[in-house]
């Protein structure tokens, strides 16, 4: 789903951007970026406008792979809460390096940040939070075994804001700093290289 210039009458854009319920019966849109589909009266945040595709029903969206939203409820469907957390979780695998909140989750996944936190905790185990901090940890890693970017680079690539976090962070949940895990890493891969060659 490519973004295009948006092809639809200016009315219809002034409904969106003023949450007009007038014309939940006439129009629903989805946004291209999330694939999400909601009613004109939703009071998710407002999207770019070129990336909105206007739809006559909920069946027309549907067709094109979009998914109703949490908070409106378009024509009464409604995700399933297991399905809605799995799609913001792979929202988050593309994304993890991003500045998330979990309000920006909320108003992407179109839900309330409670009901996420809530949900998403019920369905995976653990908090958007966490499973974001465990995705950036994971690409970290794989970024020091692989990589000789300096730790301050690591830390900004896999998404954290702040090095001594990122330093702290990996520090409690590896048992070791990142330098540490690093110079560890590449001794046992020179042990086993010459245990090959042995």
Not at 3 to 29: G, M, Q, R, S
Not at 89 to 110: G, M, Q, V
Not at 150 to 156: A, C, Q, R, S, V
Not at 187 to 197: D, R
Request: net charge neutral; hydrophobic share 30%; glycine share 4%.
């Amino acid at each position: 789903m490519n973004p295009k210039k948006a092809d639809f009458p200016n009315e219809y854009w002034k409904a969106i951007i003023d949450c007009d319920a007038a014309y939940d019966d006439h129009f629903l849109y989805g946004v291209i970026t999330t694939g999400i589909f909601s009613r004109p009266s939703c009071k998710s945040r407002v999207p770019n406008k070129e990336n909105v595709k206007i739809f006559k029903n909920a069946m027309m969206a549907l067709e094109e792979e979009f998914r109703p939203c949490k908070r409106c409820k378009p024509e009464g469907l409604n995700v399933p809460t297991e399905e809605w957390v799995e799609q913001i979780a792979e929202w988050i695998d593309t994304h993890y390096s991003e500045h998330l909140t979990l309000n920006k989750l909320a108003d992407i996944s179109h839900g309330s940040p409670y009901h996420l936190q809530r949900s998403f905790k019920r369905v995976k185990g653990i908090s958007p939070t966490e499973y974001i901090q465990r995705l950036r940890l994971e690409k970290a890693t794989r970024l020091l075994e692989t990589s000789e970017l300096p730790i301050t680079e690591i830390g900004f690539a896999a998404g954290f804001s702040s090095t001594p976090y990122f330093m702290a962070l990996f520090k409690k949940k590896m048992g070791n700093t990142p330098s540490g895990y690093r110079n560890a890493y590449h001794k046992t891969q020179a042990l086993e290289c010459e245990e090959n060659e042995e």
